[in-house]
């Protein structure tokens, strides 16, 4: 699986946009691009994913440039519940065996 | 909405005791793994399981582990005698497919069970 790097942590407040970037050169043709979220003591949540171009949908979107070496996840009007660590990963199908979390973003949202 | 449900929540045991974690998979699910996170560190697989087998496994994975479905409903993590270093949160998943261009293959997280070792 190709290996992400995304920041370690990303303070905001409510109400504003949170970008994050997940850098990822070796990508290969077949991988998805697919952010989870993580609350304290919970599991992973499905966020979004894509492959190529931009992906919305009603919690977050997904810029992936044309050389898919990186993608942005977008969180827009975070509020104080969006803080959380949020999971790049790249693979051949997000579900496929062996789904390999990284160290994530800790983002804070402060009021 | 469907969830995966992990039962217990919270468990105590002293060291060189077997644990069975229990997790009930959303019910038409076919692919099912577990996970752990120990406090502070990163998420990290443990096994894949499909079709009543294994189908891949972490080095994590020792012979102190294992996972059986032993009905249609319960997937189950049993550690055969923990180590000090076993004590995490194990979270279970379930997905309905692997994923391809057509969907997500979305996986689903319980809540997880927290495993103190003594």
């Known amino acids: 699986l190709a290996k992400t790097t995304q920041p370690i942590s990303m303070d905001s407040y409510e109400g504003q946009e949170v970008n994050i970037t997940c850098s990822h050169n070796?990508?290969?043709?077949?991988?998805?691009i697919t952010w989870y979220q993580q609350f304290p003591s919970q599991g992973p949540r499905f966020i979004i994913q894509?492959?190529?171009t931009k992906v919305t949908n009603e919690v977050a979107s997904l810029f992936i440039p044309a050389d898919r070496k990186s993608s942005t996840l977008s969180l827009p009007r975070v509020s104080l519940s969006d803080t959380a660590v949020y999971y790049c990963?790249?693979?051949?199908?997000?579900?496929?065996?062996?789904?390999?979390f990284g160290g994530g973003t800790r983002v804070l949202v402060k009021p | 909405e469907p969830e995966v449900t992990q039962t217990p929540s919270h468990q105590v045991t002293q060291m060189g005791q077997e644990v069975i974690l229990r997790c009930v998979p959303i019910?038409?699910?076919?692919?099912f793994y577990w996970y752990r996170q120990i406090l502070g560190q990163k998420v990290e697989f443990l096994v894949s399981?499909?079709?009543?087998?294994?189908?891949?496994k972490s080095e994590i994975f020792d012979d102190q582990f294992s996972v059986e479905r032993p009905d249609g409903s319960n997937f189950t993590l049993k550690i055969r005698s923990t180590k000090l270093e076993d004590s995490a949160m194990y979270f279970c998943?379930?997905?309905?497919?692997?994923?391809?261009?057509?969907?997500?293959?979305?996986?689903?997280f319980g809540e997880g069970s927290r495993l103190t070792v003594l």
């Open positions: 070796n990508i290969a043709t077949n991988d998805y």
């Open positions: 019910s038409n699910h076919l692919y």
């Open positions: 998943a379930s997905s309905d497919s692997l994923g391809d261009r057509s969907n997500t293959g979305e996986l689903f």
């Open positions: 399981f499909y079709n009543n087998e294994i189908s891949e």
């Open positions: 894509g492959y190529k």
């Open positions: 990963l790249v693979g051949d199908g997000a579900a496929g065996n062996k789904l390999t």
